[in-house]
């Protein structure tokens, strides 16, 4: 009995597999349509995907709990509204003592200094930090040390360079211990750091000096009050729960120490890591979307080459259908019959599709153009949606076939 | 087995209507071997259709095995065809791409189910045990229609039609499948029903019915 009952399944999957494999190039024509829809989705999503966790793991290394406090009223692009020197140090000392939940704050004070060592003459980002700055943002060194506690005291003549930076500018030679005039000073360079990989805001294309030693390079310009004015405040949330609380703490008190009318725009405005991260893991995710729909147009038309083929097979085999109407087929059995065999080749054009993307996906970050991640939703995805369309576009010709009146059937040529 | 009352069949031509059947009465008793005889378009075809349940009669009652099966559904004759009928037709309609073994399981497919060692003993009954794996077109005409009669009687039904059996055949071959059916007729008790043209053949049956115009002429037992 049990054995009736699976063959009573597996009859019309032998049945749908000879009327594919007796038509060979046709059924791998049709495959192919499949074929090339599934891979175009699944690479292209495995290139949204992978462009979404590349963002996502830069800003990791930016740190996840970072908050960054900048003068002007909008940041967009690298475009800054509003007056630029709003920012003092003492906001800086201000955030530290006043609101809660912060571990640690840094200032920075940054500028485009000439660099001169020997006869080479280059500019680069110089930032003043004071001693938090480093670990709020993450860096690490790779080569040579870090700034000691005296080195930031004494605001000692000593500089850690980016990556990209000590490249550019050392090429192949070691750059610990080089000496070069920045602004007004010499300074030694003490450290190189760790290459973070990124191209948004990266500190491997800066240059890193005590605050003290910037002030001696360059004269930090003071607000009309006399506050020091400095290019950024960075601090971390020590509980990130609370990281709006935080933000809405600083916005009261800087807005209050600034003396700013109710009716007025910020004058500073601080963006915290997991806000960038969303904001730009949103704008990935529509974009994964849109390379994703241009992807299914193909596979929609390929599943009208299946609806097409599947049109010529019916009529072709009208003969075959009338034949089997005779050996008491039922409107059943030829729809299921003729369903199976779309449905069975989208699915293989499925497969053969998943394999086909992911060499792709996988050539295009072997390549190092981007990175890609293949997942398994997209994989599950793509095999149903090309079953479904197997099914949807098998639909039509299957039921035509179903409706053939057997006596008209039989004497088709 | 077969009892056909005032069965008419008329099939819409454009704005005329063509009468292929005319109040045809019949009866036909189990394990009897007939041949139906009549010129082109006396109705012969469309009377074993009826008989087949591949066709309605737009009048009239058809009870097989005592059931009125005139007013089936589609579906409904679909499922008398596979539990009743074994066709075998004059243009054989095998599937050429299918091996005759596969043929003749075919034929018990929507039956209930293949059985392999079922279509090997059909196969042998009609002498064909040694082309079980040939492709109707490695087949000779002969040979094809006897892969038909094994595909309509694995089945086992009780009821075979024939719409010129030997018409395709050269007479050679057209004698030994009428030696065939006639001999699966003697041993199994199947009920068959015959169109042909040959009265030679004819007369191996034990009744003849004739038919003109979509009527019943005359019928002559043997």
């Known amino acids: 009995m049990k054995k009736d009952q699976l063959k009573k399944w597996l009859e019309p999957l032998e049945t749908a597999w000879v009327g594919v494999a007796t038509h060979k190039l046709r059924s791998s024509l049709t495959i192919l349509g499949i074929v090339i829809g599934v891979a175009a989705v699944i690479s292209l999503m495995s290139i949204g995907r992978g462009a979404e966790a590349q963002i996502i793991s830069n800003i990791e290394k930016m740190g996840s709990n970072l908050i960054t406090i900048r003068p002007g009223s909008f940041t967009f692009g690298g475009v800054r509204g509003g007056v630029s020197e709003t920012l003092t140090m003492e906001d800086a000392e201000a955030i530290s003592q006043q609101v809660p939940y912060i571990s640690a704050v840094a200032s920075s004070y940054s500028s485009n200094l000439q660099l001169v060592m020997g006869g080479e003459n280059t500019n680069a980002q110089v930032n003043g930090i004071t001693p938090e700055y480093m670990q709020i943002n993450n860096m690490k060194v790779a080569s040579g040390a870090s700034f000691s506690e005296q080195d930031y005291q004494r605001g000692a003549k000593v500089a850690v360079f980016g990556a990209n930076v000590a490249k550019t500018l050392f090429g192949n030679a070691p750059p610990i211990g080089q000496q070069m005039r920045m602004g007004t000073i010499i300074v030694y360079v003490i450290g190189v750091l760790e290459s973070k990989g990124t191209r948004f805001n990266s500190p ?33 949330v020590s509980d990130q729960s609370q990281t709006q609380n935080v933000i809405d703490a600083i916005t009261s008190l800087l807005r209050t120490s600034h003396k700013l009318a109710a009716s007025a725009d910020n004058d500073f405005n601080i963006m915290s890591t997991e806000e960038i991260a969303s904001t730009l893991s949103e704008t990935m995710g ?16 390929g599943g009208i080459g299946v609806m097409n083929i599947m049109l010529v097979s019916v009529l072709e085999r009208t003969r075959e259908i009338g034949i089997r109407k005779a050996l008491g087929a039922r409107e059943r059995d030829i729809w299921l019959q003729f369903l199976i065999e779309a449905a069975f080749l989208t699915f293989a054009g499925g497969i053969i599709g998943v394999v086909l993307g992911w060499v792709v996906a996988y050539l295009v970050s072997s390549m190092g153009l981007m990175t890609t991640v293949v997942t398994a939703d997209i994989v599950i995805l793509a095999v149903s949606v090309s079953i479904g369309i197997g099914l949807f576009f098998g639909f039509y010709p299957a039921w035509n076939a179903s409706r053939l009146n057997p006596i008209e059937a039989l004497r088709a040529e | 087995m077969i009892r056909l009352q005032d069965i008419t069949k008329v099939y819409p031509m454009g704005k005329r209507e063509l009468t292929v059947l005319s109040g045809v009465n019949l009866n036909i008793k189990k394990g009897e071997l007939v041949a139906i005889m009549g010129p082109s378009g006396s109705g012969k075809t469309t009377l074993l259709n009826l008989i087949g349940c591949l066709d309605k009669p737009t009048s009239g009652s058809y009870y097989l095995e005592d059931r009125e099966v005139s007013r089936l559904s589609s579906n409904e004759l679909a499922q008398v065809r596979a539990q009743k009928v074994g066709f075998v037709f004059q243009t054989f309609n095998l599937l050429p791409r299918l091996s005759a073994l596969a043929n003749v399981e075919l034929g018990m497919r929507y039956a209930g189910g293949s059985d392999r060692s079922q279509a090997l003993e059909a196969l042998a009954k009609v002498g064909l045990s040694d082309r079980a794996n040939h492709r109707p077109t490695e087949l000779s005409g002969g040979e ?7 595909r309509a009687l694995v089945k086992k039904p009780p009821l075979i039609l024939a719409d010129e059996p030997t018409g395709n055949l050269d007479s050679r071959s057209g004698e030994e499948i009428i030696s065939v059916l006639t001999s699966l007729h003697a041993e199994q008790g199947i009920t068959l029903l015959m169109i042909t043209h040959d009265a030679n053949i004819a007369h191996h049956c034990q009744r003849i019915i004739h038919l003109k115009d979509g009527e019943v002429v005359s019928e002559e037992s043997i």
């Open chain 2, 144 to 150: 094809q229609q006897r892969v038909a009669i094994a």
């Open chain 1, 204 to 236: 491997d294309d800066a240059v890193y000096i005590p605050l003290a030693a910037m002030q001696q390079a360059v004269a930090q310009p003071r607000t009309p009050q006399g506050g020091r004015i400095v290019t950024a405040i960075s601090l971390t």
């Open chain 1, 286 to 301: 529509t974009m994964t979307l849109l390379l994703g729909a241009i992807a299914a147009i193909s596979l929609l038309v």
